[in-house]
């Protein structure tokens, strides 16, 4: 305590008593109860006692006024949401980080409509009887992909595992899969294709090489073991140059002659041609099924637009014996995105408004001259809310879709380039990571990206410069 003159002792700190008989304390009670504030208050006093007791507590830092006010502000952070909505000015449309797809607006008030209250989730409102969850999508999902069923589960994740575990891994001495060396993919966290087969309880069966497979290399491994043949887009990744794959119509020809079935995984699944909207095309769920697979798998939450869920459509033979896999249970849907999804589907009924109703496709298609105008629009303001620190041009950038969808291909985007001034080469890494951290520090945190010693925030999904623009004396005086 002797080297700190200013510093006062634990004893000096006010009991928990003194401290909330204090009448802004008292109304921050009045207001959020007393477990809640005098859990905080006990908190913020057991580490001033702390710091007291290694003699970094200065008299000021006791003031009431300080007091209260940390008090306040202990509540606040503790009520505040973890999970906060962004903008996500990355450049990446369906990032996986920022939740992917955004809701459609129809889909969003169906979700809250349905949520208010009880609804027929489960209930055959024609009989009076126990009705099936799956039923509510089942019917859209046939007449959008040509299915004969479908069934739909947590995710695509889900939907994988559950394929393979049905139509595999529950044949005793039947249970290998096989798949081509060209597919054995990792979508990210621990989904690889392989861990998912012996999760599963399958046996995977590598045929062909990285580059090339042919069809005689399915032919050659089917045996009295096999259950299923299978196909995985690589979505995430393209193999380019010397290449062969089998496709699903010559899969499902061999599958079928030996009374197999084959199951595909595209991934992220758009059920709409994409050239249609001036965008790379992606192989879609009716491709597939025309092609005769039994079984396609696809995502909720990438191309298709909607909440995260795994879509599962086929035959009537295959879906019933996913639905019936005791797994289905554990993997099902829960009834909020089962209403996202049900009202996101049912946009595609009219494919028309689909680029205006549907957010995902509304910003993969915004012209690049909308984006632009948005970049020269908001140039002006953030140079002089970044000045002279800072200075900003407006630049052509490259976007991407993202969630794996279409790995090679890019959109042609525009947005703001940020560039430290008169940094020195060792300040430039210190001066960005200062203006990434500030941006993400706003009450609606800006996601950009650093490349080539510049932050640069593609604007293809700020739909409302207002939300930017309004932030920027905020981040004056973050950067202050
Ligand atoms: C994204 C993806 C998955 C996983 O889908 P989720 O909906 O994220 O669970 C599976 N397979 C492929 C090919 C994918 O691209």
């Known amino acids: 305590m002797d080297e700190c003159p200013g510093c006062v002792p634990a004893s000096r700190l006010p009991s928990i008593d003194r401290l909330m008989q204090r009448p802004v304390n008292a109304a921050l009670v009045a207001e959020h109860g007393h477990t809640l504030v005098v859990g905080e208050a006990r908190a913020l006093l057991a580490a001033l006692r702390e710091r007291a007791l290694s003699g970094e507590l200065s008299d000021a830092g006791l003031q009431p006024e300080q007091l209260d006010q940390r008090l306040a502000e202990r509540v606040a952070r503790r009520l505040a949401p973890a999970m906060r909505a962004v903008l996500n000015l990355t450049g990446t449309v369906i990032h996986t980080n920022l939740g992917r797809a955004l809701l459609a607006d129809a889909a969003q008030q169906h979700l809250l409509a349905m949520m208010a209250g009880p609804n027929n989730l489960e209930y055959d409102l024609h009989s009076g009887g126990r009705g099936d969850r799956d039923e509510l999508v089942e019917e859209l999902?046939?007449?959008?992909?040509?299915?004969?069923?479908a069934t739909v589960v947590n995710n695509n994740a889900a939907a994988v595992l559950l394929t393979i575990g049905a139509l595999a891994a529950a044949r005793p001495g039947r249970s290998e899969v096989i798949v081509s060396r060209g597919e054995l993919v990792e979508i990210g966290g621990a989904f690889r294709?392989?861990?998912v087969m012996a999760a599963a309880g399958a046996m995977l069966v590598e045929v062909g090489t990285t580059n090339r497979t042919h069809p005689g290399?399915?032919?050659?491994?089917?045996?009295?073991r096999t259950a299923l043949l299978m196909k995985v887009h690589t979505s995430n990744y393209a193999v380019q140059g010397f290449t062969a794959a089998v496709d699903e119509s010559e899969l499902a020809r061999i599958a079928h002659g030996h009374g197999l079935p084959v199951a595909t995984d595209l991934g992220s699944g758009a059920l709409v041609d994409l050239r249609a909207f001036?965008?790379?095309?992606?192989?879609?769920?009716?491709?597939?099924?025309a092609a005769g697979c039994d079984i396609v798998t696809f995502s909720g939450d990438?191309?298709?637009g909607g909440p995260q869920a795994g879509l599962i459509v086929g035959t009537r033979e295959a879906v019933g014996r996913i639905r019936k896999f005791p797994m289905k249970r554990a993997l099902r849907m829960s009834k909020l995105p089962l209403a996202a999804l049900e009202a996101t589907l049912r946009l595609y009924l009219r494919p028309e408004r689909l680029a205006q109703d549907l957010p995902t496709l509304r910003l993969l298609t915004r012209p690049v001259e909308a984006i632009r105008a948005s970049a020269q629009n908001l140039h002006l303001a953030l140079a002089l809310a970044l000045s002279p620190r800072y200075e900003v041009s407006v630049v052509e950038l490259q976007g991407q879709i993202g969630s794996g969808s279409l790995p090679v291909d890019r959109l042609?985007?525009?947005?703001?380039?940020?560039?430290?001034t008169l940094a020195g080469k060792k300040g430039l890494g210190a001066a960005l990571d200062r203006l990434a951290t500030a941006l993400r520090a706003l009450p609606l945190p800006v996601i950009g990206r650093v490349a080539d010693d510049r932050l640069l925030l593609d604007l293809r999904c700020l739909e409302d410069d207002a939300a930017f623009r309004g932030q920027l004396p905020a981040l004056k005086e973050l950067l202050a």
């Not at 999902?141 to 069923?149: M, Y």
């Not at 042609?412 to 430290?420: D, N, Q, R």
Request: net charge negative; aromatic share 2%.
């Open 141 to 149: 999902l046939c007449t959008l992909t040509g299915a004969e069923a």
């Open 217 to 224: 290399d399915y032919e050659r491994a089917i045996g009295e």
């Open 302 to 304: 990438k191309l298709l």
């Open 278 to 289: 001036g965008l790379p095309q992606e192989p879609t769920p009716q491709q597939k099924l």
């Open 193 to 195: 294709m392989p861990d």
């Open 412 to 420: 042609p985007s525009a947005g703001l380039a940020i560039a430290p």
